[in-house]
T-cell receptor
Framework: GAVVSQHPSRVICKSGTSVKIECRSL??????MFWYRQFPKQSLMLMATSNEGSKATYEQGVEKDKFLINHASLTLSTLTVTSAHPEDSSFYIC???????????FGQGTRLTVV | AQSVTQLDSQVPVFEEAPVELRCNYS??????LFWYVQYPNQGLQLLLKYLSGSTLVKGINGFEAEFNKSQTSFHLRKPSVHISDTAEYFC????????????FGQGTRLTINP
């Protein structure tokens, strides 16, 4: 199957700083990328959908100014958590899909801890 | 809008026993159906998917699922589980058109006991 690489796998940052998470499709062109957030022992909640070259579409309740998503190329999307606070600590997962494929492939996830 | 309900949050099973993880969905439009597995601190891996055709779908690691349109269910089964099957399992649906966003169920924690 296709490979999606997410980096970093773990990050600890101080409250008030910003953190960038990268999601790369290594062997296919990702026309659409999705960003999810997962709290401990809970399901994945979709945060936003991004299409290459377009602004991301955020789900209701997700602050677009806090969670900045960029999808500038067909192989890279980034999620920047701005002015992070302890309540932003969570597991963030990206997935990527090509327009002609019904299956989305997932990155390994990023464990963010804000102290 | 779609919703997914996984009826069991935890399922403990003895090794080599059969298992069924239940999933029901709700949608006003036609959907694709998926089962994913998640190991600790990792992303999701696709086990199997139903797009169309035969309602019995076979996936990786010996898993299979049956789509039942009348009962709006997509239960996951394995005839004989191994210790390595211990993980979190998620059922998901997506619309057939548009962005095809995945909507996930709450997850079922499958624990295999020796």
């Amino acid at each position: 199957g296709a490979v999606v690489s997410q980096h970093p796998s773990r990050v600890i940052c101080k409250s008030g700083t910003s953190v960038k998470i990268e999601c790369r499709s290594l062997d296919f062109q990702a026309t659409t990328m999705f960003w999810y957030r997962q709290f401990p022992k809970q399901s994945l909640m979709l945060m936003a959908t991004s299409n290459e070259g377009s602004k991301a579409t955020y789900e209701q309740g997700v602050e677009k100014d806090k969670f900045l998503i960029n999808h500038a190329s067909l192989t890279l999307s980034t999620l920047t958590v701005t002015s992070a606070h302890p309540e932003d600590s969570s597991f963030y997962i990206c997935s990527a899909r090509h327009s002609q494929n019904t299956e989305a492939f997932f990155g390994q996830g990023t464990r963010l801890t804000v102290v | 809008a779609q919703s997914v309900t996984q009826l069991d949050s935890q399922v403990p099973v003895f090794e080599e026993a059969p298992v069924e993880l239940r999933c029901n969905y709700s949608s006003s439009v036609s959907v694709y159906l998926f089962w994913y597995v998640q190991y600790p601190n990792q992303g999701l891996q696709l086990l199997l998917k139903y797009l169309s055709g035969s309602t019995l779908v076979k996936g990786i690691n010996g898993f299979e699922a049956e789509f039942n349109k009348s009962q709006t269910s997509f239960h996951l089964r394995k005839p004989s589980v191994h210790i390595s099957d211990t993980a979190e399992y998620f059922c998901a649906v997506s619309e057939r058109q548009g962005a095809q966003k995945l909507v996930f169920g709450q997850g079922t924690r499958l624990t295999i006991n020796p």
